[in-house]
């Protein structure tokens, strides 16, 4: 019984709002195991502001770009393990992004930035890339990428973020189900703790509430349970 109240307990979403098929969920999971999933569905990556797409493993390397422990990482290994390489992805990124006529705010010259991406985006830019299972990723910028490549933002930075993706989401979304993991905890150095990334998040959401066509999951990584609880 214990056993069963606790797998219960694990695998419980909370509703955190309703409006006839529009809501607003959160759950504790995987989200590259929700990607598997062959549904429907928008999947968020949170991203810098130059969308970089070389993954930097070495502790050596000077100015190293994307950290593997970040989901922007994971996310850039996940494409490369699915033989698509990084020169690829950067311009199915790029492309994506002129398509919808974003145009970046500021385009670094070699002596400012020698390795990545030159070109800056405005934070809360989009861009967006198909893949198997149904699935459409939605690429997020929410932190600037200083001379050093050391990603930085604000908690003002991740609530106006949050804005911008409802924003997007309700023009292009359709309707079909968007998982948003937790961001700004970590090397984004907007300097949130998980509860207080989740809070903002989630307050972000609900102030859009007009604006939600669709169920939204908001999905905190089940290692960091200990860290944020969904049901406060």
Known sequence: IVSLVCVVLILKK???WANGKNKVLAFY?????IISKNEKKIIVIPVNDTFETIVDDDLSKNKPLISLTTIHGQWIQYMNNKGIDSSTLNEMIKSNLVDRNFKPLKIYNDNEKC????ESYPLGTISTIKDEN??????????NFD???KATSTRRNIRN??????DFYDINGQGYPIYIPLFGTGRSRADLTHQQAFKAIKSAILTNEKAIHGTLNIVIYKKDRDKVSIFK
């Not at 999971?29 to 195991?33: E, T």
């Not at 149904?134 to 932190?143: E, K």
């Open 161 to 166: 973020c949050v804005d911008e993706l409802i």
């Open 14 to 16: 909370k509703r955190l």
């Open 115 to 118: 390795r990545g991406n030159k």
């Open 147 to 149: 001379d050093n490549n």
């Open 29 to 33: 999971g995987d989200l590259f195991r």
């Open 134 to 143: 149904n699935t459409t990723f939605y690429l997020l910028a929410i932190s």
